[in-house]
């Protein structure tokens, strides 16, 4: 079975220009999370949908984050204008509803805005 | 005060040792309790879920002490593979939201 399927594996860009992050759950999995993690620190939850609603998106920074899960597949997170202190690993996930609690990362994308 | 804490280590353990971490929660209302194992530039994959009665899987326990709101997580036999970071991870009741710790690092020496 395929995992979660992430691109690019690696970005980097300077402030002030856009990015998007590209996201493939593992099939069946109607649960998706966006995470992003600094140096030294655990994931922080970002957004989380059920198929194609975002059910939780309170710690988005919806000033300059977006995102969206087109058909309650594939996921995308854009950030525009990107900033130094956006620089982390953005780490996908998803679970499907028979096993909520086990959460399936993938490989993540690590940005460096310079 | 962060939600969940962990010591962030490292951990130096010769192989063979007996190592054992602790994670505090602040949320009485977590009902939800987990370990996951991140190695370097990876992704953080589940180790185990951590239950009440306390669970073990070969050289791996995880307790929880809802009392005194922590959960442990103890590595018989430290493997060199074991060299990892460890992080612990809550849920609140009737949430889907997971908080994880910032992760404790493990070095096992030959």
């Known amino acids: 079975e395929a995992g979660v399927v992430q691109s690019p594996r690696y970005k980097i860009i300077e402030k002030k220009q856009p990015v998007a992050f590209w996201c493939n759950p593992i099939s069946g999995h109607n649960t998706l999370y966006w995470y992003r993690q600094n140096l030294g620190q655990g994931p922080e939850l970002l957004i989380r949908y059920e198929n194609e609603e975002a059910v939780d998106d309170s710690q988005l920074p919806k000033d300059r984050f977006s995102a969206e899960r087109l058909k309650g597949v594939d996921s995308t997170l854009k950030i525009q204008p990107a900033e130094l202190g956006d620089s982390a690993v953005y780490l996908c996930?998803?679970?499907?509803?028979?096993?909520?609690?086990?959460?399936?990362f993938g490989p993540g994308t690590r940005l460096t805005v310079l | 005060r962060k939600e969940v804490e962990q010591d962030p280590g490292p951990f130096n353990v010769p192989e063979g040792a007996t190592v054992a971490f602790n994670c505090t929660y602040s949320n009485s209302a977590s009902q939800s309790f987990f370990w996951y194992r991140q190695d370097c530039r990876k992704e953080p994959k589940l180790l185990m879920s951590?239950?009440?009665s306390g669970n073990e899987d070969g050289r791996f326990t995880a307790q929880l002490n809802r009392a005194s709101q922590y959960i442990s997580l103890l590595i018989r036999d430290s493997k060199l593979s074991d060299s990892a970071t460890y992080l612990c991870?809550?849920?609140?009741?009737?949430?889907?939201?997971?908080?994880f710790g910032a992760g404790t690092r493990l070095f096992v020496k030959a």
């Open positions: 996930a998803s679970s499907s509803f028979r096993s909520v609690n086990e959460q399936f």
């Open positions: 991870a809550v849920k609140k009741t009737g949430g889907f939201k997971t908080i």
């Open positions: 951590v239950y009440s």
